[in-house]
């Protein structure tokens, strides 16, 4: 029996813009752990919101609103900040917006794979 190996699919963000306010804080790559990302992934909100950074990205980063969510402002700030904080996603400032973007580079680095199975994960009906 052969088994077919599927190439790892390439995720790439536009360039960043020369005006680019600097990131939010948050861990540097040798500071990623994998059950600290993963707990950020465990929320299907929260894995909705990385994979459609991944899928459906037009712009080098994306405002909350873009995403679609039904969902008080407070709800989405406390999980955007979650992703954040976990290393799972990069946030900037722009006045009083903050738009976010996946860190493709620093997560396929330190854990290869893991965005194609984000990628590839279904919401349930």
């Known amino acids: 029996m052969v088994t077919k190996v599927r190439p790892a699919p390439q995720f790439t963000l536009p360039p960043e813009p020369v005006a680019a306010p600097e990131p939010l804080p948050e861990p540097g790559i040798d500071e990623l752990c994998l059950e600290t990302v993963m707990g950020a992934l465990s929320d299907p909100l929260r894995l909705f919101i990385v994979r459609k950074l991944l899928l459906d990205s037009e712009q080098y980063d994306h405002p909350c609103g873009w995403f ?58």
């Not at 620093?106 to 794979?113: V, W």
């Open 68 to 125: 679609g969510i039904d969902r008080p402002k407070s709800s989405l700030t406390h999980h955007f900040k979650a992703l954040r904080e976990a290393g799972v996603t990069r946030q900037r400032q722009y006045g009083l917006e903050r738009r976010s973007q996946v860190r493709v580079d620093d997560l396929e680095t330190r854990f290869p794979g893991l965005l194609a199975l984000v990628a590839a994960w279904r919401p349930a009906d």
